[in-house]
């Protein structure tokens, strides 16, 4: 007997009932609950240096390598990163709490005085990438999407580094790090 693929549907033309929205307070208060690695988004170019503590990296695809970062409209670093066109994400190792303090505007520190509390080089889009990071991704901008509050950068990684040592995680409103298992 020959095999029929099961029959398709469009959805139906009338309205689903209004689902309750989440408060933002809510939201937060979930989203607290998802570890994250902490991250130090920074770029340099024709507009300047900029930079910023990030929670809201995670990988886009593998072919071409990409990743995505989102940032907040109002951050001094999101138009920078915009102008630029490059970003390096510097994923932050455990000894570097004091660092993500300084970059989350802890302190009220200027930018200059925020990268001098690191060593910092290049890799290929000359954002600066942080030496004693666990992981930075060298990132050109190919995408950006504004949504509620953010920007969502898209970037193609193009270089990579690497240094041992444990990721520095932030879960529960607190910074934690890994253990394997």
């Known amino acids: 007997m020959p095999s029929h693929p099961p029959e ?14 989440v408060t933002a307070a809510q939201f937060r208060s979930a989203l607290a609950r998802m570890p994250s690695a902490v991250s130090v988004i920074a770029t340099m170019g024709p507009a300047g240096v900029g930079g910023l503590t990030c929670s809201a990296v995670c990988a886009v695809s593998d072919d071409p390598a990409t ?16 102008a630029n066109g490059v970003l390096c994400v510097n994923c932050l190792s455990s000894e570097q709490q ?10 009220r520190l200027s930018i200059e005085q925020r990268f001098a509390r690191a060593e910092w080089g290049t890799l290929v889009t000359g954002a600066p990438y942080c030496k004693g990071a666990v992981l930075a991704l060298d990132c050109e901008v190919i995408d950006t999407r504004d949504v509620g509050t953010h920007s969502i950068f898209i970037g193609k990684v193009v270089a990579t580094a690497a240094t041992a040592g444990e990721p520095l995680i932030y879960q529960h409103r607190a910074y934690a790090t890994t253990r394997p298992l």
């Open 98 to 107: 004091d660092l993500s303090q300084v970059f989350a505007g802890i302190g």
């Open 67 to 82: 990743v995505l970062a989102c940032i907040h409209n109002r951050s001094t670093a999101n138009a920078i990163i915009k």
């Open 8 to 21: 398709v549907h469009p959805p139906s033309a009338t309205a689903l009932p209004e689902t309750p929205a």
